[in-house]
């Protein structure tokens, strides 16, 4: 049996003197796709950053397909096969798209071709020429995604990636990464969208102020008391989104700033 693409044992971690996860553990098989849910502040942003090595736990380890990585660096979780895309339009606005697939691909895959982030978002194909600060906030966060084609991770670990979004281009994202989990690479989403997660999902796990309420598969979980969660208390995760954000007034404008939600 393989290891775990991710495995999460035991996380303490928190800024300066304030700790925001106790003792959680995390594990994301080969394959699977893993809802991570919670309220505003529960700490999901932050075990994110702790997988990812830009954040390093006060107790606990991080294992990337079976190698300890608690101390390694973010470069070299990501050439084992870890793959971040954090909150918000993480491309180079003042660069054209084909620039910005350029910068993207990692070493370890500079022959590859941008064929397969064209095939999931073909805009980005028209639109190879476009200097990304030019395009719609939904453009931006399809150029942003396209580095879980381009460096062909084992995991990718998704930050509220729909954030913002008008529905209608969230419906091609998640249909994107469906895709990309139909090809073998697992997924963990911290999402606003719970019931796309929780559809999309193998395993769930529930954090409520910062530690482990729930693990299990999506239709062992209480979806009222999931949402009756959303609206509830922060435990004062610096780094989470804002509760309570409507989905249904999420919107799509061009070069709409991060958060921000306009009519699209």
Known sequence: MSAPVLELSGITAG?????????????????SIVALLGPNG??????????????????GEVRVGGAAMTTAAPHRRARAGLCLVPEGRGVF????????LRLMTPPWERAAEPRRVFDAFPILEERAGQVAGTMSGGQQQMLALARCWLARPAVVLLDEVSMGLAPRIV??????LTGLAAEGTSLVLVEQYVDRALAMADRVHLLTRGTT??????????????LRRYLGGSDGDPDASGAGRSASAAGDGPGTPEGEATDG
């Open 213 to 226: 309420t729930f693990t299990g598969a999506p239709g062992e979980l209480d979806r009222d008391d999931v």
């Open 15 to 31: 800024y300066g003197a304030a700790p925001v996860l106790r003792d959680v553990d995390l594990t994301v098989e080969a394959g």
């Open 93 to 100: 606005r003042e660069l054209t798209v084909r620039e910005n």
């Open 171 to 176: 419906d091609e994202i998640f249909a994107a």
């Open 42 to 59: 529960a700490g999901k942003t932050t075990l994110l950053r702790v997988a990812s090595g830009q954040l390093r736990p006060s107790a």
